[in-house]
């Protein structure tokens, strides 16, 4: 029911190397079956938390056993969560009006979350808002320079009083908060999100029967962390995103992640001889695994490359023929001639 490409597509602003803590909030107006307001907390991209307007209690996904903790993020979720819950709450009469909206069931999510970077240092807190899909609000916590800088405008005006209390409390209240209980789970989870697993690697060809052209994609699957640089070239150039599919980072049943990215060549473009070759790079802490695999397919038609394949093993074959023939016919020659000196010197 609930469509969240836009606001997951979100996370690729956070910096590759470092760690966030993110709150993806829903917040229904209707009937449904599902809970009226829930948030789930993720840690990079495991979920370490569930809460919801049901029972207003934080469901833990971690294994932890400090009592103490558990009810500081508890006390942390009542705060930050209510205020979150209050905040959708009230903008959901403006944002129905503003865009003109029946009665009906309509969905107002938010993400906002936190970073540390690879430096241990503290972030910048992110926040969007989309109501229907449609993103209505964006702008980051910047605590470099102690400032809330807009990347869309407020949904709701609000003057100068309002803006300072705004940013009092994500710097005193929310990014505090947030960059503490990141740093714990990090702690606590650390063997699953700072592993590191380097991804298999292939370069595909498939013939189009219908067009007589050809598909070649570059699949990169089985790695973690997400983040990485996946690029298809032709004669060293990066190609155009516009004529390739694909490039989302898709979860694998194992926590691995996968990605393709495919090119179609037509059969004209494959008689101009081109080569194409597809580079995979990781952008964590190390980024230095730079896989490259190279591949002419530029061929005079779309079956030649597998010709040419079994022309050269026939060629093998044929020599290996030709020299296991030779060295028989010099073994026969040599017990031949050693014959022939045994009997000269009986006859002496």
Same mark, same amino acid.
């Given at each position: !029911?609930?469509?969240? %490409?836009?606001?997951?597509?979100?996370?690729? =602003?956070?910096?590759? /190397? &470092?760690?966030?803590?993110? %709150?993806?909030?829903?917040?229904?107006?209707?009937?449904?079956?599902?809970?009226?307001?829930? *948030?789930?907390? !993720?840690?990079?991209?495991?979920?370490?938390?569930?809460?919801?307007?049901?029972?207003?209690?934080?469901?833990?996904?971690?294994? @932890?056993?400090? @009592?103490?903790?558990?009810?500081? *993020?508890?006390s942390d979720a009542d705060v930050v969560f209510n205020a979150m819950y209050n905040s959708m709450k009230t903008r959901d009469f403006y944002v129905k009006k503003h865009l003109n909206h029946t009665d009906g069931v309509h969905v107002h999510q938010r993400l906002v979350g936190c970073e540390l970077l690879n430096d241990d240092k503290p972030g910048p807190l992110h926040f969007w808002d989309a109501f229907d899909e449609q993103c209505m609000e964006e702008f980051t916590y910047d605590p470099e320079i102690n400032d809330i800088q807009m990347k869309k405008p407020w949904m709701i005006p609000r003057d100068q009083v309002k803006q300072l209390h705004i940013k009092f409390l994500y710097e005193k209240v929310y990014h505090f908060i947030c960059i503490k209980v990141l740093q714990r789970y990090l702690n606590m989870e650390k063997n699953n999100v700072m592993r590191k697993v380097?991804?298999?690697?292939?370069?595909?060809?498939?013939?189009?029967?219908?067009?007589? /052209?050809?598909?070649?994609?570059?699949?990169?699957? /089985?790695?973690?962390?997400?983040?990485?640089?996946?690029?298809?070239?032709? +004669?060293?150039?990066? =190609?155009? +995103? +516009?004529?390739?599919? /694909?490039?989302?980072?898709?979860?694998?049943?194992?926590?691995?992640?996968? !990605?393709?990215?495919?090119?179609?060549?037509?059969?004209?473009?494959?008689?101009?001889?081109?080569?194409?070759?597809?580079?995979?790079?990781?952008?964590?802490?190390?980024?230095?695994? +730079?896989?490259?695999?190279?591949?002419?397919?530029?061929?005079?038609?779309?079956?030649?490359?597998?010709?040419?394949? *079994?022309? &050269?093993?026939? =060629?093998?074959?044929?020599?290996?023929?030709?020299?296991?023939?030779?060295l028989i016919k010099w073994r026969k020659k040599r017990r031949t001639a050693g014959k022939c000196s045994v009997q000269s010197v009986h006859y002496i």
């Open positions: !029911m609930l469509k969240l %490409a836009y606001l997951l597509s979100c996370l690729t =602003v956070v910096n590759a /190397g &470092s760690h966030s803590l993110m %709150a993806l909030a829903t917040y229904i107006v209707g009937q449904t079956p599902f809970p009226e307001f829930s *948030v789930v907390l !993720m840690l990079d991209d495991l979920q370490i938390l569930y809460y919801d307007s049901v029972t207003w209690k934080a469901v833990y996904r971690s294994h @932890s056993t400090d @009592s103490q903790f558990n009810n500081e *993020v508890q380097k991804p298999r690697v292939r370069l595909m060809k498939k013939t189009l029967t219908d067009s007589q /052209g050809l598909q070649i994609s570059c699949l990169a699957t /089985g790695f973690y962390p997400r983040h990485i640089n996946l690029t298809l070239f032709r +004669d060293d150039q990066p =190609v155009d +995103d +516009d004529q390739i599919t /694909g490039g989302e980072i898709l979860p694998n049943g194992d926590r691995t992640y996968q !990605m393709r990215k495919s090119l179609v060549i037509s059969a004209e473009e494959q008689r101009e001889r081109h080569k194409y070759n597809c580079t995979m790079k990781r952008l964590n802490l190390d980024n230095k695994l +730079d896989i490259t695999f190279v591949s002419d397919v530029a061929e005079s038609d779309p079956g030649s490359f597998s010709l040419s394949v *079994v022309i &050269s093993v026939l =060629v093998l074959m044929c020599v290996a023929v030709l020299f296991i023939t030779a």
